[in-house]
């Protein structure tokens, strides 16, 4: 992954902070520690921005658990793994049907952690990667006519131009025109990456 990671860790024992610092920083990845969740929330209405959170569940104040629940609702959202004692496992798969993207029993293996962290950021970026590109989509489809709108939806259908013009009542040299804005517009290559894009579209519509 080339671009660098940044997590948050958020424990209330200093030992398991002081470690796992030591040991991302050894392998690349930008570490910040916070004691408490509190803590952590103030960082981030600082405008800290992290790639994931890894936080132990039980701790003073805010729980593990509301802090997930926290980050989820949060405009910085990213994926949270948790650190669960044996008697937390309940919590801990409520809290993967919440949300929450892993969880490890404690005592857990640095290595494991470093790859689940490595999948939860990849599978973000690559989610938010997605949405940015269909919001683009989104933001090229509006700047269509209805006309052009329609076009567009009755081709990625699959209907030909003489069909397209029977059902909006247009002749097809009309519609040809349209169609070959609408993949200028759109930067279709060809007919199945409009089809490609008019699913992403509705899908974000």
Same mark, same amino acid.
């Given at each position: 992954?080339?671009?660098?990671?940044?997590?948050?860790?958020?424990?209330?024992?200093?030992?398991?902070?002081?470690?796992?610092?030591?040991?991302?920083?050894?392998?690349?990845?930008?570490?910040?520690?916070?004691?408490?969740?509190?803590?952590?929330?103030?960082?981030?209405?600082?405008?800290?921005?992290?790639?994931?959170?890894?936080?132990?569940?039980?701790?003073?104040?805010?729980?593990?658990?509301?802090?997930?629940?926290?980050?989820?609702?949060?405009?910085?959202?990213?994926?949270?793994?948790?650190?669960?004692?044996?008697?937390?496992?309940?919590?801990?798969?409520?809290?993967?049907?919440?949300?929450?993207?892993?969880?490890?029993?404690?005592?857990?293996?640095?290595?494991?952690? #470093?790859?689940?962290?490595?999948?939860? =950021?990849?599978? $973000? @970026?690559?989610?938010?990667? !997605? %949405?940015? *590109?269909?919001?683009? /989509?989104?933001?090229?489809?509006?700047?269509?006519?209805?006309?052009?709108?329609?076009?567009?939806?009755?081709?990625?259908?699959?209907?030909?131009?003489?069909?397209?013009?029977?059902? #909006?009542?247009?002749?097809?040299?009309? =519609?040809?025109? $349209? @169609?070959?804005?609408?993949? !200028? %517009?759109? *930067?279709?290559?060809? /007919?199945?990456?409009?089809?490609?894009?008019?699913?992403?579209?509705?899908?974000?519509?």
């Amino acid at each position: 992954m080339s671009e660098q990671i940044h997590v948050a860790i958020v424990d209330d024992d200093v030992a398991v902070l002081d470690a796992l610092r030591a040991y991302f920083v050894a392998k690349g990845l930008a570490v910040s520690c916070f004691e408490t969740a509190e803590r952590f929330l103030t960082g981030v209405e600082g405008e800290a921005r992290f790639d994931c959170v890894v936080s132990d569940i039980r701790m003073p104040g805010i729980s593990g658990l509301d802090l997930a629940r926290r980050v989820a609702a949060g405009p910085g959202s990213c994926p949270v793994i948790l650190i669960t004692g044996h008697g937390d496992i309940d919590m801990a798969v409520s809290a993967i049907k919440g949300g929450v993207f892993d969880f490890l029993e404690k005592p857990f293996d640095e290595g494991r952690l #470093l790859e689940a962290i490595r999948r939860a =950021v990849a599978g $973000h @970026r690559n989610d938010r990667s !997605e %949405r940015e *590109g269909v919001e683009r /989509l989104v933001a090229q489809f509006n700047t269509l006519s209805n006309r052009q709108r329609q076009v567009m939806e009755h081709a990625a259908a699959g209907l030909s131009n003489k069909d397209i013009a029977a059902r #909006l009542n247009i002749s097809p040299k009309t =519609v040809e025109n $349209h @169609r070959a804005w609408v993949m !200028e %517009r759109m *930067g279709a290559k060809n /007919l199945a990456e409009l089809v490609h894009q008019a699913i992403r579209i509705k899908s974000r519509l």
